[in-house]
């Protein structure tokens, strides 16, 4: 059987489907927990952990059926995408420590007692997807610059 090497593209796109399933299984899970226990904490956290996997998982289907629809390239065609998925992976490792921030400012104003929707269940699940997030946007974004 013939197997066709892995581009960055596809295995940044399978990486984000992988984490996007499994936020969307153990937010769930915690989710259902935080509600049972009656912990704010830990259902916001589930949530959080939740949605982000919800919108992850279709970031991960809509780069899929792009790069589908592509069908075959030129060399210079892939070149061009190189290019263009760099830039946009660099601007989301922008976007992503701005999430690191805002999650760690929910947590500062849920110790503070000044909490207002998110509490630090929810700023800490913002965390961890904002880092998980500027992880791999940063470095696909830098292997991306190295081929060019």
Request: glycine share 12%; aromatic share 6%; charged share 20%.
């Amino acid at each position: 059987m013939f197997v066709t090497p892995q581009t960055d593209e596809e295995r940044l796109t399978r990486i984000l489907a992988v984490w996007a399933g499994a936020s969307v299984v153990v937010g769930s899970g915690l989710w259902v927990l935080g509600r049972v226990q009656r912990s704010q904490r830990i259902e916001g956290f589930g949530r959080q952990t939740v949605m982000w996997g919800a919108i992850d998982g279709a970031i991960a289907g809509a780069g899929e059926l792009s790069r589908r629809r592509r069908g075959p390239q030129t060399l210079e065609q892939r070149a061009q995408q190189r290019t263009r998925l760099r830039r946009i992976l660099t601007i989301n490792a922008v976007a992503d420590l701005a999430y690191v921030a805002g999650g760690i400012a929910a947590i500062k104003r849920d110790s503070a007692g000044k909490a207002r929707r998110l509490n630090s269940g929810d700023g800490a699940a913002i965390v961890v997807q904002g880092a998980f997030l500027l992880g791999l946007d940063s470095t696909f974004a830098v292997r991306l610059a190295k081929q060019s």
